[in-house]
């Protein structure tokens, strides 16, 4: 199994080389000049003035808009992207955001789990947001997040807000995309192994409401309700709930009792609907079960009368949990008047669902069939007023694009993108076209491109995909097996995110990288849509420790306070002295002005780090059980003389 | 504090966009093919065949030398690197695994601090190897990595280990470099905040063992011995010990007791000489005291002579810690004949020391000096033979080089390149060159080059710098801020390492990363150097469950064992069932044999997550002290029905 990569040595498909050299000896036929202009421009040195004249011949818009790409892709030393790209971070539990389409991580957030370099589960502050045990030790460190989703605004993202889930918890987080932190963390009540999320695009209601709201998440696993060790075997009666929550408290507004799996979520642009694909509508508790249905659903969700029926009391609570639960199952909700959810059947074990940005449909990915599913919104909601009598004549396409299809994005151009596991490919369709073909059109070539993938594609998502302002311009492509395309490093591989341009018919594989297991969904928006602040404002930290003259030392019984600023290169005090056995709580505020001047704090044994950025506040509290001098020091390098950045905590025996 | 990402929208320095378009006009004079041809190669699209003429049309070595390189900077998807880079994690607490040049992150290696993707930390194996306290949780959960190290055979990298250092908690931990993992950590006694690490080259006595077996090890910060509570305001005596250890068993085989604070740590190649850089040898508890001398120390401990000192019992011993400790204070240490150490002056508070790669000198970076300074070795060995009168004669050089020099890199050519933190600067001089201008010889212009880097450089290291087979190709730079390199993030920002080519006599800045605070120290070695396992031998894993039919459950009291195993895409049992309050140990091997495919395992509410890697065996033990049903997952995406691969564990009511 050993992997020999000298054999790479001379790549096969160098055909970037050979372009150079080829452009280079064509060049070179009008004049030495060129020869030296081209290389040196491909090193990106900046151009020889002497030829700088070529600048004036005329150029082909076509290739200016190439070459802008490429250089999109591989940006100079300086260049900032186009667009930000909110990844989630797979079983690290964390958000990774990157710049795009060059691919640079630049931030990863800590949302669910510790993170030793930002004290992310060390701080007080931080085990508020995260939650904890009565003992004040973390209620859970693990996590599995999946899908990342941003508020939007008049059918673009808006920069508000972004969510990611954790699945083995059943826990949603909000980031706040000004600071770019995690500011609340909810557990779902009942809801075990939630997967999907997606906030709503405008209000189901009240036009003057067209931004999101509301945030949905779809349970996975079905278990008794409650969970509490009672109808262990009682599989029949196993259920999931589908939760909405309000994204400005990050309470739970309503849940849905349905049957069967949600996977992924999909909203409306006119706010009316939700919906998640279903796999296991059997209900089934192992594997066979779970497949016997050759199909399954997707189920829709009536917003309006959901939350109808919670205002006219038609709920019921499950357990401990005080959150209305509505009976959203296939049952209790045939008649179409009255229905809160609908249940369109897609073929077996379906996987994504995505909303096209014309607002028309949902599409609906196959998995265990070859097929995209293609749901007109208008026919579900002419479903619920009584005038569609079948539900599944909302279906207006079920056509055949490959093995294993997953997750679908959009251009903007009525095309759709779809990742087909089995195949390792990328589907380009034309929505319209698949429309005609299931109508009975032969002559509708629906499927317009395919490109190869490495390997085993799993989410894709395009620029804007999601929006009303679908550029069409790139795709990514989280690739969930890389095998042979890195150096290896052992027996865990790096998935491969691979970047394609779609600005053409063809579709094009530009770029790709490594990234840690594993990333599934990510949303990629421009630029202009984020606004961050790079320093923190003091005000917002009531503990602030506002000058070197504020810092200090009190006692109350045993409990001691240390008060401390830290300004490069020092810190207000040169040491503190406590006695064993005291609950030690340090404040430490970086009354630092200049923006990236973070400064850090560790001490030697007592399992303490955290940063502090500038004019930010936080602080920690532990047991002073170890008699002895403790250096506590900046582990941020801040200054020249961030070495000699320290402090003493004496520790006098008991 | 905002920043308006909008304002760059059209670089300005967009020397690489110009050039594609004068080298299509240029090329276009030599006919419309060219056209086609030199936009098509840029995009990275195979050249048409019509074209491919072109190519054999002469081309200068120069040219094809930019032009490979260019290509190793930006890879076409599915090249393969030529280096591997090995990256300190700093605050993060890991390793991390670069391609270089692309600078692509392939792998991050956990050590000291939990990972929950991985399950480092949570499962039992993991806990073993991090050190838990008597209740069985973890001792230390945060780490501060700073110096990454590998191991030597014939003065060149080999390929066995790697070392990196935690300077919170003073632990060293070893990487395995087959598997690319950490399999040893050992927390080093009665030392705090220790910094520098470095192996040893050969043998400092027996001539046939010319690879690493010792690695050692700079204490930082001064502390009373042992730190037990005694002696807290005794400053004047508080100490620092520089340990050896056995790279093999991984204990500590010897440490000296010295004066001052240990910064970086450096080997010579023929084994006989470690040395480190100290800043504080006026052993001062506060910032102006640490200032307070205009010289401080580059201390070389003479290796043979403190293993014949430990032999002939010449050591003690500090609190409860058994290693042998020789005395290498200044005061004892004044005879040249016997001394165990030699304490050269260097500038005010150095920082980095380098041995340069031709086997003759150690550099030292003077911080708060503008100057480096160059220390012979043979001379210091004439010291300790009594040859040399005055250690200090061992400097034959001591050149203004920049402001805030710390770390300095080698091109095997005679050049060393200096990071000018203040400056942010990188600084190309002459090591032959500025021997001889401080010998006198004003016309030795020393300085080659000088190139801005952004910003505020910390670690240097080039393409296999400190080995003798340094081959001057490129060097990366840690620079400790971004400031406006990359989109904004909020306050946290992202260090920037940068790529520059030292081919040439100019140095040049060819790309560069954002990278999470913060890298430290690396290293970059070729790729053949490391030869890699990909699947693990079943058989190494006592506890390996080696087929479905091998799984099980078993109960002895309360203590139940589950032995489960995997295959894509379902686990050996559908559900496992037990008590409350019962305390369960769960034992999962990955059957798969196919690389990558590496197959996850988490429990709801029950904070497991862990990952196996094929052929690969892990356990975790928990106490099931909540009743229901519980599913357990794949977290890992390994199949097309990845997501229904799931099992119940069903824990009955107490």
Redesign the interface.
């Given at each position: 199994?050993?992997?020999d990569?000298?054999s790479?040595q001379e790549?096969v498909?160098?055909?970037?080389?050979?372009?150079?050299?080829?452009?280079?000896?064509?060049?070179?036929?009008?004049?030495a000049a060129?020869?030296t202009?081209?290389?040196?421009?491909?090193?990106?040195?900046?151009?020889a003035a002497g030829?700088?004249a070529?600048?004036a011949?005329?150029?082909?818009a076509?290739?200016?808009a190439?070459?802008?790409?490429?250089?999109m892709?591989?940006?100079?030393?300086?260049?900032?992207?186009t667009y930000?790209g909110l990844w989630s971070g797979?079983?690290?539990?964390d958000m990774r955001?990157l710049?795009f389409p060059s691919g640079?991580?630049?931030?990863?957030i800590p949302c669910f789990?510790?993170?030793?370099?930002?004290g992310w589960g060390?701080t007080n502050e931080s085990k508020e947001v995260m939650g904890t045990k009565a003992d004040g030790t973390l209620k859970?460190?693990?996590?599995?997040t999946h899908h990342v989703h941003a508020t939007y605004k008049d059918g673009n993202y808006d920069g508000r807000y972004a969510f990611i889930n954790d699945?083995?918890?059943?826990r949603v987080a909000r980031i706040r995309l000004?600071?770019?932190?995690c500011d609340k963390i909810t557990e779902l009540p009942n809801v075990?192994?939630f997967?999907g999320i997606f906030p709503d695009k405008r209000d189901a209601v009240n036009p003057d409401i067209n931004y999101s709201t509301r945030l949905f998440a779809g349970g996975?696993?079905h278990?008794?309700m409650p969970?509490?060790?009672h109808g262990?075997?009682d599989v029949a009666a196993?259920r999931v709930l589908f939760s909405c929550l309000d994204i400005e408290s990050m309470e739970v507004r309503w849940q849905a009792l349905i049957d069967g799996n949600c996977?992924l979520v999909a909203t409306s642009f006119d706010g009316k609907l939700a919906a998640s694909n279903q796999?296991?509508v059997e209900n089934g508790?192992?594997?066979a079960e779970?497949?016997s249905a050759e199909r399954d659903a997707c189920i829709f969700f009536n917003i309006a009368r959901i939350e109808e029926a919670v205002k006219a009391g038609k709920f019921t609570t499950i357990g401990d949990s005080k959150v209305p639960v509505v009976d959203g199952t296939r049952a209790s909700n045939t008649d179409p008047k009255t229905a809160l959810t609908a249940y369109v059947s897609v073929p077996k074990?379906p996987?994504g669902v995505n909303a096209s940005p014309d607002g028309k449909y949902f599409i609906c990915a196959g998995?265990?069939s070859p097929t995209a599913t293609v749901i007109q919104l208008d026919k579900v909601l002419a479903w619920f007023d009584g005038s569609l009598p079948n539900i599944d004549d909302a279906i207006v396409a079920e056509v055949e694009i490959g093995l294993?299809p997953l997750h679908t994005a959009f251009d903007g151009r009525g095309n759709a993108y779809t990742t087909l596991?089995?195949d390792s490919q990328i589907v380009k369709w034309n929505v319209d076209a698949a429309i005609r073909f299931h109508g009975g059109d032969n002559t509708a070539k629906y499927v317009v491109d395919r490109l190869d993938v490495?390997y085993?594609p799993?989410h894709i998502n395009a620029t804007h995909s999601e929006t009303m302002k679908a550029d069409g311009q790139w795709l990514a492509v989280g690739c969930?097996?890389?095998?042979?395309?890195?150096?290896?490093?052992?027996?865990?591989?790096?998935e491969n995110e691979?970047i394609v341009?779609i600005s053409g018919e063809k579709m094009?594989?530009?770029?790709?990288?490594?990234v840690?297991?594993?990333p599934h969904d990510f949303v990629i928006m421009r630029?202009?849509i984020?606004?961050?602040?790079?320093?923190?404002n003091m005000d917002e930290f009531p503990l602030a420790v506002k000058s070197f003259g504020d810092s200090g030392i009190t006692r109350d019984g045993k409990k001691v306070t240390v008060r401390l600023a830290s300004q490069a290169?020092?810190f207000s005090m040169?040491?503190f002295r406590v006695k064993?056995g005291d609950e030690v709580t340090i404040i430490l505020t970086n009354i630092d002005t200049i923006?990236?001047l973070?400064h850090?704090f560790?001490?030697?044994?007592y399992?303490?780090?955290f940063?502090v950025?500038?004019q930010?506040t936080k602080s920690v509290t532990f047991v002073a059980d170890k008699?002895?001098?403790?250096?506590a020091?900046c582990?941020?390098?801040?200054h020249?003389?961030h070495?000699?950045?320290?402090l003493?905590m004496?520790?006098?025996?008991a």
């Open positions: 199994m050993s992997h990569p000298t790479d790549p498909n160098s055909s970037r080389r050979q372009f150079l050299n080829q452009t280079v000896a064509l060049a070179g036929a009008a004049g060129g020869v202009l081209g290389l040196a421009g491909c090193k990106k040195e900046e151009p030829a700088t070529g600048a011949a005329p150029v082909s076509t290739s200016a190439a070459a802008a790409k490429e250089e892709l591989h940006p100079h030393p300086g260049e900032l992207d930000y797979g079983h690290t539990g955001i710049g640079r991580e630049l931030h990863r789990v510790p993170d030793v370099l930002v060390i859970y460190t693990v996590a599995d699945k083995i918890n059943s000004d600071y770019f932190i075990q192994g997967h996975e696993f278990q008794p969970n509490d060790g262990l075997d196993y996977d796999y296991n508790a192992v594997f779970m497949m074990n996987h998995k265990l294993g596991f089995l490495h085993q799993g969930k097996f890389s095998k042979d395309r890195y150096l290896p490093v052992g027996p865990l591989h790096a691979q341009d094009r594989l530009v770029s790709e990288h490594p840690r297991p594993e630029r202009e984020i606004s961050t602040r790079q320093t923190y290169p020092t040169t040491e064993q923006e990236d973070t850090g560790a001490i030697h044994r399992n303490i780090n940063i950025n500038p930010e008699p002895g001098v403790y250096w020091y582990t941020h390098f801040c020249a003389l070495l000699e950045m320290r003493r004496i520790v006098e025996p």
